[in-house]
């Protein structure tokens, strides 16, 4: 119950287009919804998060949706970038509850 | 970059040692978190400081042990080392305990145990 399911693996995507990675969670007290991006070599860095009182939540070219009902949300990228290329994580963590649970990662590279 | 500071960036050690991980967190955060980021993995939580004490912990065995000094920064301990202890430890530090507090993370330490 406190697994976080994050697919796909790798991506590839033309420089341009739309990435979506996706995520799905069984725990339903996880109330607290977090996208983070890592370059290599780097520590993870907070991207965007979204809690379950809204379906959408967009910054920039990043947008989360979420769908509380089927316990998924997912991280849409438009006019993806090269400098995009990097591994993105979900995770989700429950009330007050610092301790977060996080996705096996995505390989996201953008194609020029 | 985010003003976490971890040393060292990478260590060799051999199985039944002991290694001390290093981390300064950014200047005013009183909170630094611990994770194990195994090759192709996310962070698995290990355990939390907060004003020096433990705040919680994540399934890790007794051998992993933490402190935090006044000044906040925070080491990580890890007594007689296994080969699966291998991988990148990353420090976070935050403002406070809550999830919504942002953790900045510094780059890591690679571990490598033989």
């Known amino acids: 119950q406190q697994q976080v399911k994050q697919s796909p693996q790798s991506l590839i995507v033309q420089k341009g287009g739309i990435s979506i990675i996706n995520c799905a969670y069984e725990?339903?007290?996880?109330?607290?919804f977090p996208w983070y991006q890592q370059f290599p070599g780097k520590g993870p860095a907070l991207l965007i998060a979204?809690?379950?009182d809204v379906s959408e939540k967009k910054e920039g070219r990043f947008t989360i949706s979420f769908n509380k009902s089927a316990k998924q949300f997912s991280l849409h990228i438009m006019d993806s970038q090269p400098g995009d290329s990097a591994t993105y994580f979900c995770a989700a963590s429950r009330g007050s509850n610092y301790q977060l649970i996080w996705g096996a990662g995505t390989k996201l590279i953008i194609k020029p | 970059e985010t003003g976490v500071t971890q040393s060292p960036t990478h260590l060799i050690k051999t199985r039944g040692q002991q290694v001390t991980l290093r981390c300064s967190s950014q200047s005013g955060h009183n909170t630094v978190s611990w994770y194990q980021q195994a090759l192709g993995q996310g962070p698995q939580f290990i355990f939390q400081?907060?004003?020096?004490?433990?705040?919680g912990r994540g399934n890790f065995p007794p051998r992993f042990s933490g402190l935090q000094f006044p000044n906040y920064s925070s080491e990580l301990n890890v007594n007689a080392l296994e080969l699966d202890d291998s991988a990148l430890y990353l420090c976070?530090?935050?403002?406070?305990?809550?999830?919504?507090?942002?953790?900045?993370f510094g780059a890591g330490t690679r571990l490598s145990v033989l």
């Open positions: 725990n339903t007290a996880f109330d607290y």
């Open positions: 979204i809690r379950p």
């Open positions: 976070a530090s935050s403002l406070g305990t809550g999830n919504m507090d942002i953790q900045y």
């Open positions: 400081y907060y004003r020096e004490e433990e705040n």
